[in-house]
């Protein structure tokens, strides 16, 4: 586990990736530099060595310092700052503004192009994807001051993870969102485990969902995880397509703490490679003066500050130095 007390970035506990070995906090992981350094070359490295089987993991940490969330502010596009002006709560608002940028982020190590180009549109059932289907695929989900990003060179993934958090009526929440075989399922289960088991059964179902790309307009009934403690994730029936279980991984993810999180991806296998923290956060710490040296065109980010109110100090600063 790392708990790193970092001025800039804040704090956030994310467990250490387990295919990685934990490292130390402080300087970043030569990759990390690399990357920052030379985002244009990166197409070739996000992949490179990957297996087809692979689905990289990125933690995100939402809850970051304002200068961090300020340079981040900086990659989102006209529509996602409109979006977060319509957050009620600045800390909603704030998490949206982190995730969105973070998302850009990762993303651009994949494209090679910068955080700020990289373009959005929506699938037919309101998946968001890359422009132009040959991308790599993602998925992002984010709960309470954690992120995660999943993202395959071409298999359709999708990834949830939700804060473990008090439910009144974890039978009747079942009820609506559970297949009668999960509620079976759930109602098994020892009570002290029950409410965690819950949140496994949700994390796997969205997870699902998310990476065929439906949203909710595939019946939350009309497909069944493993949801027992213990039990690993698995698709166990998917109504109308008996072969579906045997084309889609689903797996569950250690996060952090309090969290709990699934990924599911086209295939009968994956392999999970975590992407450390610590490289995103170099990569936030370089955005600034990798995006001076490469000379952002003025009347480009005069556009976007335009339109978007100057919510924190950095943009302030920086709409002041035009
Ligand atoms: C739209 C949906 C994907 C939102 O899921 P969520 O768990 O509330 O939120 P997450 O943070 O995990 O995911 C949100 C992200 O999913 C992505 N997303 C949106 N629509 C999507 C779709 N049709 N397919 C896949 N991903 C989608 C977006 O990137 C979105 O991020 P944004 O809101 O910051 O733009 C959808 O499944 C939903 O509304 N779920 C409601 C929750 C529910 O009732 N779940 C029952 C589980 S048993």
Redesign the pocket.
Known sequence: MTANEDPVLGTCTIEAPPTHPARGGGAPHPEARLAGERRTGAVARGFAGAHPDDVHIWPLRLDLAPDARGRLETFLSVDERARARRFLHARDRNR?EC??GLLRLVLSVYTGGRPEDVAFERGP????RLVGLRGPRF?????DGLGLVAVSAGREV?V??ERVRGVSAVADLART??SPAERSALAAVRAPLRLRAFFAG?TR??AF??AV????SRP?DSFDVALAPGEPARLLRVWGAPGATERWALRSLRVAPGYVAAVAAVGAHVAIRWQPWEMLAALVEAADGAARARGCDPEELSAVYAAAPPATPRAREMRARR
């Open positions: 949206y995730a969105h059932g309101g998946k968001p998925s992002l989900s984010h709960s999708g949830d993870v969102c559970f949700w179902k969205e969902l998310k790309g439906a949203g909710l939350l």
